[in-house]
């Protein structure tokens, strides 16, 4: 029997879980100590993984296959490749930096909090290292709860989060509904819930009606979760009401199992019926990169700004991998090129839209922390005052803006490049939401927020994290703060510069995938 690895990354969450359980809730740093150690557990085995998966062989390595429920022919069946690793990575990097942050600002039921937070996270990290339906489904569906709690019980009262958890909550359920609706189509024509030996079955491929009708049942769960417009109206409410590392998760990675589903279930095991409706696919991730970035423009409440903002960045993401599925069927090198190319670039925005918008979240935690509010017109001036903040603020929006340097820029040239061989007159559509997105970051956050004059009389008190006192002007970062975003910040520098150790795992699962469909 090989070392059970996967087993233990996604696993290691829910001992914690369960240990906090028997802590008294009274044991309040106790608790959040042990969450923050534990996470690192996932984490540290995430790096290992990173650096022991064979980039030579690449498909499917550390496999563990076991039976499960045989009546049902449901096996327990886990394993990683070049698109897994990095979001598995991703995953553990995030829960840790949010369960390290709200170990410094959670102030009530931390008992509560941190379980359903590594719940929360051995529900991400099973989606990702999931090769049979029914375990992908489980998995899929534990990340429903926890979340749904944290926003209800942690958000903000002003914000209404009671009904930001249930708008979430019916959302994803109605997608998780119909997705299981085309499980269960492709189980009864593959005979296997296998996703590996399904998508090699290729069912409903002289069946277009089916197929469709497949591809429409996977493509709701997915989208929703994404989310693409026209599914995107939850978003800004769940992440406006969200406690700030629920926020983090929610665009770092929440979003990204969405994304992940269309790149390892939908495109391979339908490729037929995903070519017959990749244009509207395409048109979708068109209409979410404008329609997100337009709305961007006409918020003054900073964290629904970042949030409409992650449905224009997730669009890049539909649109590179839709571009990808209309060029299905093509023979001519310079078009499968094209192709991984568009895939590279959504696989390589999900990544670097994680750390991004995840530290834009964790950035509007830390002044909400201190000014009590987002209102970008109450603020002003804050370069001269918070000067450390600024400069973290600076390189994270020109990050999310896609400054060539930074990590935002890759992922963004590689989709369109891709999808301009493949859907010329929608990529070059799309590229207006590049000039949005410029507009919104330089003048509504920088502008509005660093320059010009300080005006005292905007904010009536100032709370300095480090000594908890109520004070007239504001204090730049804590120690916890700069800790939290010097990985995310680091990162951003790196993969701007250098994000060939990403692309060395996204090309090999992008040419993989076309391989197989060829």
Known sequence: MSFPLLTIITFAPLLGALVI????????????????????????????????????????????????????????????DGLSVPLIFLTALLTTLGLYYSSFTIKRRAKEFFLLFLLLEMGMLGVFVSLDYVLFYVFWEIGLVPMYFLIAIWGQ??????????????????????????????????????????????????????????????????????????????????????????????????????????????????????????????????????????????QWDLKRLIAYSSVSHMGYVMLGIGAAAFGMGATEQATINSQAMAINGAALQMFNHGIITGGLFFLVGIIYERAHTRELKKFGGLSAKLPYYYGIMLVTAFASLGLPGLAGFWSEFLVFRGAFDLVKVYAAVGVLGIVITAAYILWKIIQFMFLGDYDPHKIDHWTNLTTGRDEHEPSDMATFEKVTMWPLVAFMVLFGIFPTPLLNFFNLAANELLQRLM
Not at 45 to 70: M, R
Request: glycine share 8%; hydrophobic share 55%.
């Open 21 to 80: 359980l028997f802590l008294p809730k009274e044991n309040e740093r106790t608790i959040k100590n042990w969450s923050v150690l534990i996470s690192l557990l996932p984490l540290a085995l995430s790096i290992f993984l990173w650096f022991a998966y064979n980039k030579t062989s690449g498909g499917y390595q550390f496999q563990e296959v076991y039976s499960w429920i045989p009546q049902l022919g449901a096996t327990y069946h886990m394993g990683v």
């Open 157 to 298: 009262a002003k914000d209404r989060p009671q009904y930001a958890a249930i708008k979430f909550f019916i959302f994803t359920l109605v997608g998780s509904v119909a997705m299981l609706l085309a499980i269960l189509g492709v189980y009864f024509v593959t005979g296997t819930f296998d996703i590996v030996e399904a998508a090699k079955a290729k069912p409903f491929a002289n069946d277009m009606f089916l197929g469709s009708l497949a591809f429409w049942g996977f493509f709701l769960g997915f989208a929703i979760k994404v989310p693409s417009f026209p599914f995107h109206t939850w978003l800004p409410d769940a992440h406006t009401a969200a406690p700030t590392a629920g926020s983090v998760i929610l665009a770092g990675v929440l979003l990204k199992l969405g994304a992940y589903g269309f790149l390892r279930i939908v495109l391979p095991t339908l490729p037929n019926a995903f070519k017959a409706w990749s244009l509207v696919v395409v048109a979708l991730g068109v209409i979410s990169i404008i329609y997100g970035a337009f709305v961007c423009m006409a």
